[in-house]
């Protein structure tokens, strides 16, 4: 059979003394038959046939070979067919290579025994390419070369290298086999060969020893499990690699103690000789069936919580579990073929290289981080042990699918990072707003002495409209702190849209159009604006994050009012039959697939990159929208956009309720009051402010910069009707005084005022009968807040 390895060689054309043979001749022939007829006495005759010589001669030599050599070659190159069946024809190993050793042509013989390598590649030592080396050196300078007991990697053998070709440019190599008369050299061909593959195939470890009891040859199971790494299998001590047990059993040393045991037979190269020179074959007593075929393991394996799998000696899966499977991200029944398959390209390495530490020497364990292909930024534990007595599995691999202990960590880290946050907003707020309670009580004492008409007025207005803008900005850091005072009010869905619409035009950048449309009889309802505006900013924001993907779009705010008779015809089991004023905020994004559809408000569920979503925008719009009685739904069209609607039921209040409610706004111009009052501030100018806004209303005012100084004052028995005091103070924090005060008077009244939120505060404090003003305040607040807390309401 052929083998051909490099493409046709060029012809040669033939050069030098053989273009003038031929004219030559022609001219003897001519010179020989004018001596013929000269001595036949015929001259005439013998001129002639001299000058038709030369004649020819010299049109010969007008026709040389060298004329023709451009159209026409004399030499051709060589033809393959031939010489593959040339090859063909010997039982030994015969290859043809160029003048470097480049593999042309092989016959089946080499094929079998060698593969596809060259002949230079084949030397299993450096002895050994040594004396290939100088066989091809020999051969190239004398025309023949060869060498005796040279170590291939399948067995050792002589090597003949001839200089062949009509341009002496090819190399012929012969790797004649042993003399019939020699059985082991028999033997070692047929253990290092295909005979040998097949036997390690079969799970057969065999290996052909000499009288000196030395390796000759061995198949690849024997050098994988018996040779330690970076060891040479060729003339090792047989008995330096087993060990023979009482039961006539042999283990391997490379193994450990731990290694299976393997019934021997040994195959004597002379039956009739003495000594033990021949084949071992060394068979696995555990070994039966491949693992990877056995339907019980794997159903085994299967019921496992745990990803196990099963790699042979050559590094390849045999077998994986479901659990193993779900773990590393596969789908289907597809498996891969190496383990290095499964990790990122940084990682192929490492667990190849451990991999093939296990597979061979004594059964060991250890673990490796890896990072999946599926799951990249994030590393997991892989286990990898070796197996002995399993047949053909060598090496065990243990993955647990950690995605959800990963999922649970990520959730803690952004709780916590949200949390500090949250701190970091809210200890903002909380200095910001003492700073727009100063300019929003000077601007109300300004604005006492200033008339609409005057040329001061309309500045000093507008410097407060800037600082209530401010107060709102503030009011958004402590919501997204979750520190806001919760303070559920009648009002009007549209009032509530148009208040943020200036914040969301900020956050929406440029390449986002808001729409804003208000429909036409709405039903008051009663929520904190507070949470409702950040209901608005978050489904805001996440419209804006899913346009920014397709470049912008158009965001479409949306208020109507939804009766009872049109709820019914939604037929919604979900909605109860009532009035409700709907609040529908839809984009032009991505949208959203039905599959994640039904888990965008579950807490710390997000379609975001790892470190831009928190997870908890939604979940808290979703808890916002239900504290306050109502319903939200969501509806989205993969490619065309998403669109939430929130359906809050109408406030409906008796006659009473609203007149209270009339009368108490009606009282909101009864802010004089009388009395002392105990102003405790640490910021002299919200002190300052405090202390002339009671002033002009009719109280008498004692002020302290901290609760030590308060303190002090109420040791004298001054009398004080109400204590006005800020929270946070450095010392003596303001609840820390109170208390130390009810303790010589119990019936004290108490307003505190902070820039922190309420509830928090009331949390924290264990204190009764006190009522509390948050920051920033205008002068009118603070005169309420004063005169509700004295007259005790």
Not at 420 to 425: D, I, T, Y
Not at 426 to 450: E, K, P, S, Y
Not at 553 to 577: H, W
């Amino acid at each position: 059979m052929l083998y051909q390895e490099l493409p046709r060689i060029e012809s040669t054309p033939l050069d030098g003394w053989e273009r003038w043979l031929a004219p030559a001749l022609a001219a003897a022939a001519g010179l020989t038959g004018a001596v013929v007829f000269e001595i036949a006495g015929q001259t005439l005759v013998g001129l002639v046939s001299i000058i038709v010589g030369i004649g020819i001669a010299v049109i010969l030599a007008r026709r040389s070979p060298a004329a023709l050599a451009s159209t026409e070659p004399l030499v051709a190159g060589p033809d393959y067919s031939l010489v593959g069946s040339a090859l063909g024809i010997s039982a030994d190993p015969v290859a043809l290579t160029d003048g470097e050793g480049t593999l042309l042509v092989v016959n089946v013989a080499y094929r079998e025994r060698f593969g596809a390598a060259p002949p230079l590649a084949l030397a299993a030592s450096e002895q050994a390419g040594q004396a290939l080396t100088l066989a091809r050196s020999m051969a190239w300078r004398d025309g023949g070369g060869c060498v005796a007991g040279v170590e291939t990697k399948v067995g050792t053998s002589r090597v003949e290298v001839d200089r062949v070709g009509a341009m002496n440019d090819l190399l012929l190599w012969h790797f004649p086999a042993a003399p019939a008369g020699d059985p082991l050299s028999a033997a070692a061909r047929q253990i290092g060969g295909p005979t040998g593959q097949r036997l390690a195939a079969a799970g057969v470890l065999a290996a052909v020893v000499d009288l000196k009891g030395q390796v000759i040859a061995a198949n690849s199971l024997f050098a994988d499990r018996a040779i330690q790494t970076g060891h040479a299998i060729h003339h090792a001590r047989f008995a330096d690699l087993v060990e023979v047990s009482d039961k006539e059993q042999m283990r391997l040393l490379a193994e450990g103690e731990a290694g299976s045991a393997f019934r021997a037979v040994h195959v004597p190269a002379d039956p009739m000789g003495e000594g033990g020179a021949g084949t071992f074959l060394l068979f696995d007593r555990g070994h039966a069936d491949s693992v990877g075929q056995s339907s019980n393991l794997q159903a085994l394996l299967d019921i496992l919580p745990i990803g196990l799998a099963l790699v042979d000696r050559d590094g390849r899966f045999l077998t994986m579990n479901s659990a193993f499977r779900q773990a590393a991200g596969l789908k289907g029944s597809a498996m891969p073929v190496y383990p290095g398959d499964l990790v990122v390209k940084e990682d192929k390495a490492a667990v190849a290289d451990a991999v093939r530490r296990n597979s061979r020497g004594p059964a060991m364990s250890g673990d490796l981080a890896v990072r999946l292909i599926h799951q990249g930024t994030e590393p997991v534990a892989l286990t990898i042990a070796g197996l002995r007595g399993l047949g053909d599995a060598a090496v065990l691999l243990l993955l647990k699918d950690n995605s959800e202990e990963a999922k649970l960590k990520r959730q803690v880290a952004q709780a916590t990072k949200m949390q500090m946050v949250g701190q970091l907003a809210g200890g903002v707020a909380h200095d910001f707003n003492n700073i727009l309670t100063a300019i929003i009580g000077h601007c109300d004492l300004m604005l006492m002495r200033h008339t609409p008409g005057d040329s001061d007025y309309d500045d000093i207005q507008q410097i407060k409209s800037n600082s209530n803008r401010a107060a709102g900005l503030t009011r958004q850091l402590l919501a997204f702190s979750r520190q806001q005072t919760l303070r559920p009010q009648v009002l009007q869905l549209p009032d509530v849209v148009s208040e943020v619409s200036h914040l969301l035009k900020r956050l929406l950048g440029e390449t986002v159009e808001l729409v804003v449309k208000h429909g036409r009889s709405l039903g008051p309802i009663r929520a904190d604006p507070g949470q409702l505006e950040q209901v608005i900013v978050n489904l805001a924001v996440n419209a804006r994050d899913a346009m920014a993907v397709k470049g912008g779009g158009t965001l479409t705010i949306q208020t109507y009012a939804v009766k009872s008779n049109q709820v019914a015809e939604l037929g919604s089991d979900i909605l109860p039959i009532a009035d409700y004023s709907a609040l529908s905020v839809a984009d032009t994004g991505t949208g959203i697939s039905s599959s994640v559809l039904g888990k965008i408000f579950e807490p710390f569920f997000t379609t975001k990159e790892v470190g831009k979503g928190t997870g908890l925008g939604l979940s808290t719009v979703y808890g916002i929208v239900k504290q306050s009685g109502g319903f939200i739904f969501a509806d989205s069209k993969v490619g065309e956009g998403t669109r939430f609607v929130i359906y809050l039921p109408v406030h409906s209040e008796d006659a009473g309720a609203a007149r209270s409610r009339i009368r108490g706004q009606a009282k909101k111009d009864e802010l004089w009051g009388s009395g002392t009052v105990l102003l405790v501030e640490d910021e002299p100018t919200v002190r300052s402010v405090a202390e002339r806004a009671l002033t002009r209303h009719g109280y008498t005012v004692i002020t302290a910069d901290n609760g030590e100084d308060a303190l002090e004052i109420l040791a004298k028995n001054e009398p004080v009707d109400l204590l006005i005091s800020d929270v946070v103070m450095p010392g003596m924090d303001g609840p820390t005084m109170v208390q130390e005060a009810r303790k010589s008077r119990p019936d004290l009244k108490i307003l505190f005022m902070s820039g922190y939120a309420e509830e928090q505060l009331r949390k924290s404090l264990d204190i009764e009968n006190v009522n509390f003003l948050p920051k920033p305040f205008s002068v009118i607040e603070l005169a309420e807040a004063a005169r509700r807390t004295v007259m005790g309401k």
